[in-house]
């Protein structure tokens, strides 16, 4: 007996682990769109699923000890600039936040991206992706991408000595091939607060 549209969306989604996230164009060879959302609508209120925003749904995952688990911010993001084949690099607060150069979590979160500029509303924080160059999506390292862009967000000859210090030996995890060719890309007084750790991966 053919599979109902319904059976073909519920079977994917049982496959795939918990916490992964859900968007209709995930499901799109299944049927129409109409069909499709309101199948995730229906399978959110049965609570195989749930909403996160308009679009996008994820299968929850739970901790015995902190109970049920929602996508970070991060996740949301990445999974949105996959979907879309897009590059996106965190800025402003929220790469000072996660460089652990600032304890506060913004409410509307930043990305640039080479992709669609749009909002998300996720919970009670904004995502937005703001279009930009290839250039300022162009580096490819974890720690150096988040260290440029939070040297950016406090500006040219403000950042302390202890922040400096703080990101040279967060930047010591860095890969050396990525670190050297994300050197390449930040503006010149950027260059010389990260060529330091560049030397001391390089030459041990």
Known sequence: MPQTI???IFTKIKKAKRGTLFFIE???RFGSGKTISKTL???SKENELRRLAPG???RPEVSDYIGELRPSIDDVAKAIARRDKARIVPTGAYALNKLGLSTQVPMNIVYHT???ARKIKVGKNTISFKK?????VASIGDFSTLAI???KAIGKGLATEAEILHIQ?????????ALEHDIRLAPEWIRQILKPTLKKLQHG
């Not at 930009?132 to 300022?136: A, C, E, F, P």
């Open 41 to 43: 609508d229906r399978l």
């Open 169 to 177: 030996k967060i930047l010591e995890k860095e890969k050396p091939t």
């Open 149 to 151: 862009q939070a040297l």
């Open 56 to 58: 996008i749904f994820y």
């Open 26 to 28: 995930d499901f799109i």
């Open 114 to 116: 080479d992709g669609s």
């Open 132 to 136: 930009t160059t290839s250039k300022n």
């Open 6 to 8: 319904e059976n073909k």
